[in-house]
């Protein structure tokens, strides 16, 4: 065969591995959605907690019927008086609530009133900023006074409060709920995206009001605006604010019903007949339950149900907060926490969890409203730490704010700094005279050096009298004698770029055979304010003692490497430089918070976690591409065997 017929051939067989390649991806590609749609999915009871009744309370009793075919066990709805005709026949599947149009109308603090005398159990939805509708601000002093109403009775409001032509609406909200913090206050119509809320915001909002809950489904009903007869659900759409249009929950939203599962509630807001229909309420429930079922299964209870539960109690709200310290040695995480009220003797929840997600809990007592708490850390990484408590017969219950605590690796991590050798109080093996290098590159002037070990590293820091200029490659070396004999067996040494060799000169090795040099797996370097080191102990045969002697070496203009630097020997052994178990460091004690904003434009392509990490999603292929490229290929192999058969002749 001819070079032209091997590379016909070749083009055939690129284009051909091409195809099935591709094939291959999207075969891949239909069993991972095939596997995300296998998901868990919340088996649990369902509250509508916002429906805007299409008619009379005949209308209401017969929609009951429709929501429980389609999975829904009680609802809310927001009417006149139709709805406490239609509650007392079905008191234990409907709630009613009386809904408010003017909040600023002082007649309205009459009808309020009116109408929780005579047994309406919720009130709202109430409009006060409300796009398309109302204008009234969430401090309105007629406002004030209806919520002191609801307080005074011990019922939710429901309020709409969006952003959408004042950008100081959730401002003003706040003033509202500082001055009525017995009032229970349902966020509804909150807008996300620039010049609106963040998560961080929402998440800001709700550590600061403990009255503050947050109605979540009302969020995905899209409307053109009045007369208001049009109704989109945007649930697996790619404008879902909850999860990406395979379903799978936003990692950000997932992290935030989790941490405060009793401050969110969940309300579909229909308010067309269309969205009664059977259909639509399937699609709904069918939605939510596949998106409650990747959450914690007690916070999707709480969200999907209890939460409106408890609610209707009659209670008002609570508020828990946790001071989480660390001590000295052995790094105890202490834990003093305030319940505000203050109860005698509530039972107090502290939750721990580890870095590997496994949870650990507490129980403990509040005396006079404060409690505390201890654990011992057994592995390293993030510990999460928040308290919680059910609350009784006038207090609803809450969680704290979530603290992280993050236990470091050895006690010591090799960044640069020298903050983590200062904690555990070591105290340096060797300290050298000032001034006493030569070749004047900064940073090689030896002032101490420090050195531990555990069971498996060596690590080592030294200390400079001046800044460590990394622009300058200086060689950090070390030589090593295992045996107390006087002779070096081992010199490691390093870069402040990451590069590591080893030379071994046992057994009478010297530095003429290059065989004798190797690369030292296993260590890490930093170079910062100090100078870090750490290196497997295997590599030396894992000694008891050895005696280290350090030296720095520059490169002179010469070409010739010239020692800087240099110290006395010193030894290091155990288990006088051994770490104490268990090698713990507790070096920030911080609130966690939502690392993603809403207002972050989703693509296909990219999914942002809430470490802010980019992480590549599968892009299928359609039909009609698949087919395009088969039908290349197949082009590409029909001229190919034409043109072998040309050559032939």
């Known amino acids: 065969m001819t070079a032209s017929a091997r590379a016909g051939l070749a083009v055939a067989l690129v284009v051909l591995s091409l195809v099935g390649f591709l094939v291959e991806g999207q075969v891949t590609n239909s069993a991972t959605f095939s596997q995300q749609s296998q998901r868990a999915v919340y088996e649990g009871k369902m509250i509508d907690a916002h429906a805007h009744p299409q008619g009379s309370s005949d209308w209401m009793i017969r929609t009951l019927e429709v929501y429980q075919k389609a999975g829904i066990d009680r609802v809310i709805f927001f009417d006149d008086y139709d709805v406490l005709n239609a509650y007392k026949s079905r008191p234990n599947e409907i709630v009613p609530s009386l809904y408010v149009r003017y909040m600023n109308r002082t007649s309205t603090v009459k009808d309020v009133e009116t109408a929780l005398n005579r047994g309406f159990m919720w009130i709202g939805e109430a409009l006060l900023r409300h796009w398309g509708e109302t204008n009234t601000p969430a401090d309105d002093p007629v406002a004030l006074q209806i919520y002191d109403l609801c307080a005074k009775h011990r019922v939710p409001i429901t309020i709409h409060q969006d952003s959408a032509g004042y950008s100081g609406a959730y401002e003003e909200m706040e003033r509202a709920l500082e001055h009525a913090p017995d009032c229970v206050f349902v966020f509804h119509g909150w807008w996300m995206g620039g010049g609106h809320l963040s998560l961080r915001e929402m998440e800001r909002l709700i550590l600061a009001h403990p009255n503050l809950y947050v109605e979540l489904a009302g969020e995905l009903e899209w409307s053109p605006g009045p007369p208001w007869t049009e109704q989109d659900f945007l649930g697996g759409t790619d404008r879902d604010l909850f999860a990406y249009p395979d379903g799978t929950i936003k990692e950000a939203w997932r992290q935030l019903c989790e941490k405060y599962p009793s401050r969110f509630i969940n309300g579909f807001d229909f308010f067309t007949p269309s969205a009664y229909k059977l259909e639509n309420l399937k699609l709904h429930v069918d939605y939510w339950k596949k998106l409650l079922g990747q959450i914690d299964q007690d916070a999707a209870e709480k969200i999907a149900y209890r939460n409106v539960e408890d609610l209707l109690q009659h209670r008002i709200p609570s508020e828990l907060s946790i001071d989480v310290r660390v001590g000295d040695w052995p790094y105890i995480i202490s834990v003093t926490g305030r319940l505000t009220p203050a109860v005698q003797n509530a039972n107090i929840s502290v939750n721990y969890i580890d870095p590997t997600g496994i949870r650990v809990e507490h129980e403990v007592k509040a005396e ?52 983590d050798w200062k904690q555990l109080q070591l105290a340096p093996l060797v300290s050298d005279a000032r001034g006493d290098s030569i070749g004047g590159v900064s940073g090689t002037d030896i002032k101490s050096v420090y050195a531990a070990l555990d069971d498996k590293y060596l690590y080592l820091m030294f200390e400079t009298y001046d800044k460590v200029d990394t622009q300058v490659r200086v060689q950090y070396c070390f030589a090593i004698d295992v045996d107390g004999d006087g002779e070096w067996n081992y010199q490691p040494g390093f870069d402040a770029y990451g590069y590591t060799w080893f030379w071994n000169l046992t057994r009478g090795r010297d530095y003429s055979d290059m065989k004798n040099l190797s690369t030292l797996e296993g260590t890490e370097v930093g170079v910062q304010d100090v100078i870090e080191f750490k290196m497997p102990l295997a590599a030396i045969k894992s000694p008891q003692r050895m005696s280290i002697a350090p030296y720095f070496v520059i490169e002179q203009a010469t070409g010739k490497y010239v020692t800087a630097d240099d110290t006395a020997p010193f030894e290091v052994s155990r288990p006088k430089d051994q770490l104490p178990p268990p090698i713990l460091a507790v070096t920030s004690v911080t609130h966690i918070a939502i690392g993603t904003s809403a207002t972050t434009p989703e693509t296909s392509t990219v999914a942002t976690t809430e470490t802010g990490i980019v992480a590549p999603q599968s892009v299928g292929l359609s039909t009609t591409e698949i087919v395009m490229i088969v039908a290349v290929a197949v082009i590409v192999m029909i001229a190919c065997i034409l043109y072998l058969r040309r050559r032939r002749k």
């Open 368 to 419: 006079d409203g404060v409690f505390r708490d201890s654990n011992a850390p057994n592995l390293t990484g993030d510990w999460l730490v928040q308290a919680h408590w059910n609350g009784n017969t006038e207090l609803l219950g809450c969680e704290s704010p979530m603290i992280r605590i993050r236990v470091l690796t050895g006690g010591i991590v090799i960044d640069g700094y020298s903050d």
